[in-house]
T-cell receptor, first 110, second 113 residues
Framework: GQQVQQSPASLVLQEGENAELQCNFSSTATRLQWFYQHPGGRLVSLFYNPSGTKHTGRLTSTTVTNERRSSLHISSSQTTDSGTYFCAIDANNYAQGLTFGLGTRVSVFP | EAAVTQSPRSKVAVTGGKVTLSCHQTNNHDYMYWYRQDTGHGLRLIHYSYVADSTEKGDIPDGYKASRPSQENFSLILELASLSQTAVYFC????????????FGAGTRLSVL
């Protein structure tokens, strides 16, 4: 089945530092999303980005579909960026939802 | 913003008991999903549904049943709860469009003792 590998597993940053999170997947994905999970547990969608580059605020997602990889760049990190970031791709069955990676836990300290 | 509401938010159940987790969405989404998250792990798909009165098995359906009585409601049922089913459960919904963004509920923390 689909496999999604994220790296690093965890990351510690000092406020103001940049970070890059990686996502590699086992087969061509027609849907790729990045999610952020708050420390309290709520999941929110950051990007729907099956190909190309997208920006929102200090976050940039770049997906290179034929290389089966995506990255999430956090610039000028803030303590509020702390949490877990998940990459998820489709399962080749349009209805079947997404397959998630294990996530990257980010901790930003002042 | 899509609204997906889960209830209860937390529950303690006894081994062998029946547990029902409920999910309600108000956005006319066709697709609904149940995921489970274990500590230190990503989310794994249990059951999903793309139309009322029909459910499909996901990646880890054993020990779980699902019910979709209407477009808005999707339940996850543990007929005989076991210790291994202690986890956080997330419901999600999505539209039928090409950008099939998932919108998640706040999660239900289930502890089976």
């Amino acid at each position: 089945g689909q496999q999604v590998q994220q790296s690093p597993a965890s990351l510690v940053l000092q406020e103001g530092e940049n970070a890059e999170l990686q996502c590699n997947f086992s087969s061509t994905a027609t849907r790729l999303q990045w999610f952020y999970q708050h420390p309290g547990g709520r999941l929110v969608s950051l990007f729907y980005n099956p190909s190309g580059t997208k920006h929102t605020g200090r976050l940039t997602s770049t997906t290179v579909t034929n290389e089966r990889r995506s990255s999430l760049h956090i610039s000028s990190s803030q303590t509020t960026d702390s949490g877990t970031y998940f990459c998820a791709i489709d399962a080749n069955n349009y209805a079947q939802g997404l397959t998630f990676g294990l996530g990257t836990r980010v901790s930003v300290f002042p | 913003e899509a609204a997906v509401t889960q209830s209860p938010r937390s529950k303690v159940a006894v081994t062998g008991g029946k547990v029902t987790l409920s999910c309600h969405q108000t956005n006319n989404h066709d697709y609904m999903y149940w995921y489970r998250q274990d500590t230190g792990h990503g989310l794994r798909l249990i059951h999903y549904s793309y139309v009322a009165d029909s459910t499909e098995k996901g990646d880890i359906p054993d020990g779980y049943k699902a019910s979709r009585p209407s477009q808005e409601n999707f339940s996850l049922i543990l007929e005989l709860a076991s210790l291994s089913q202690t986890a956080v459960y997330f419901c999600a919904s999505s539209d039928k469009g090409a950008q099939n963004t998932l919108y998640f509920g706040a999660g239900t923390r289930l502890s089976v003792l």
